[in-house]
């Protein structure tokens, strides 16, 4: 008896420890993102914070094209708290300096990671746009929604321009793939038919993109949540964000899709090393922490002679 729909994914672009990843766009990228870290991929993790819509995403592409560090200027402040409209608030802080410094930082790593980049994933989470002066922002901080111009992203154009983009990343780095993915987050906020309607513009965006551009790809992690999985227990206590099981789910059908075999016996061993490195021993016994370091060296051993 089959007691679920499982959508047929087939082979994507093959991605292995040689490649160097970059993930843009909505909380489910740092999801995703976070499943390959602990697997010891190389990879950059949304160097802006969560970025939501197709057209923050491009910006942020740009910037790290064109841009060599940000400025008090382009920064502001409200209710003592000083923020970047191009970045997600975990960036914004009450010291101007301090949040320069992590903005700047987070610019100068991710232009280093982006020159060897081999795989750049795109998740996105919402066709709805939020512009302020003339300029699309990728967060609206808590200000007045009388601030801001909120509309829905027009299909065709955002193709386009996702093409220039692509172009562009292509004359400087020729061999750069891309997997694009709609996040399956509910934006419950533009209600569930604007939020269905903003899907689905996405998804559009996603296929034609796919469809009209080699080394593109769709990875459907959104119809895995909604049609393969279809349950509310897959969803955290929010019913917005998919649970951990969800997200690990969605994972493995990744890896399925994206990596060899052999890829993903190291890397579910890489996995074992990080979880090593990342416990804490309950007790203080000498024992115990020598056995923990001595199954630490091994595995780092065995996984450095492949």
Not at 81 to 94: C, E, I, L, M
Not at 131 to 136: A, I, N
Not at 294 to 304: C, G, P, R, T, Y
Request: with cysteine.
């Amino acid at each position: 008896m089959k007691l679920m729909t499982t959508v047929d994914i087939p082979k994507g672009i093959s991605i292995d420890y040689d490649d160097k990843i970059m993930l843009l766009g909505s909380c489910f990228t740092d999801n995703v993102g976070e499943q390959l870290r602990r697997r010891l991929f190389d990879v950059c993790v949304n160097p802006f914070g969560t970025l939501y819509n197709p057209l923050s995403i491009d910006r942020a592409i740009d910037i790290l094209l064109n841009k060599d560090r940000y400025s008090a200027d382009d920064l502001f402040e409200s209710r003592g708290t000083w923020h970047s409209f191009d970045h997600h608030s975990r960036f914004s802080g009450a010291d101007i300096d301090r949040t320069l410094t992590g903005i700047n930082d987070s610019l100068i790593a991710a232009k280093e990671a982006l020159r060897s980049t081999t795989v750049m994933i795109i998740t996105f989470g919402t066709a709805y746009v939020y512009y302020s002066g003339g300029r699309v922002v990728a967060n609206c901080h808590k200000l007045p929604q009388s601030n801001f111009r909120r509309i829905l992203i027009n299909y065709e154009e955002t193709v386009r321009r996702w093409h220039q983009t692509i172009a562009t990343l292509r004359s400087r780095f020729p061999d750069l793939r891309f997997i694009f993915t709609v996040s399956p987050i509910r934006h419950l906020s533009d209600g569930l038919a604007g939020n269905s309607l903003s899907k689905s513009t996405l998804r559009l965006v996603c296929n034609e993109l796919a469809e009209t551009v080699d080394g593109c790809e769709y990875f459907p992690s959104y119809e895995i949540l909604l049609d393969e999985l279809r349950d509310y227990r897959f969803y955290a206590a929010d019913m917005l964000h998919p649970s951990d099981q969800a997200v690990e789910y969605v994972y493995e059908r990744f890896a399925e899709t994206h990596l060899s075999e052999p890829t993903i016996r190291r890397s579910e061993e890489c996995l074992k090393l990080w979880r090593l490195r990342n416990h804490r021993p309950m007790t203080d016994n000498a024992d115990d922490i020598a056995r923990l370091n001595n199954a630490i060296v091994e595995l780092e051993k065995k996984l450095s002679q492949r």
